[in-house]
Nanobody, 122 residues
Framework: QVQLVESGGGVVQAGGPLRLSCAAS??????MGWFRQAPGKERDFVAA????????YYADSVKGRFTISRDSAQNTVYLQMNSLRPEDTAVYYC?????????????????WGQGTQVTVSS
């Protein structure tokens, strides 16, 4: 069993930064990622990190603004978000996979955090 505990959401002005954290406990994880869901929309991929601090992948909408990283010693993954825009407003979910597969597809993640609200004001 894997437990994911997120923190770091909040309200920030457009152009500002925010950092999300996700502490994982339990089994060995193949990859971890962040997804987000705005009201009335589907849950979208944001970023993923493969293995223990390996390759990283980003949605086109956040490339160059967001950075995902993983602290293997503490089994924590971070999402540093810079130059935030109002359209980044959503509930952000941390996710983990123990069996691999499509790192940008929510169906390949078998554990999810409770979600944290990020609101970017204009």
């Amino acid at each position: 069993q894997v437990q994911l505990v997120e923190s770091g959401g909040g309200v920030v002005q457009a152009g500002g930064p925010l950092r999300l954290s996700c502490a994982a406990s339990g089994r060995t994880l193949s990859f971890m990622g962040w997804f987000r869901q705005a009201p009335g929309k589907e849950r979208d991929f944001v970023a993923a990190v493969i293995g223990r601090g390996g390759s990283t992948y980003y949605a086109d909408s956040v490339k160059g603004r967001f950075t995902i990283s993983r602290d293997s010693a503490q089994n924590t993954v971070y999402l540093q978000m810079n130059s935030l825009r109002p359209e980044d407003t959503a509930v952000y979910y941390c996710a983990a996979s123990t069996y691999g597969g499509g790192w940008n597809d929510p169906r390949y993640y078998n554990y999810w955090g409770q979600g944290t609200q990020v609101t970017v004001s204009s």
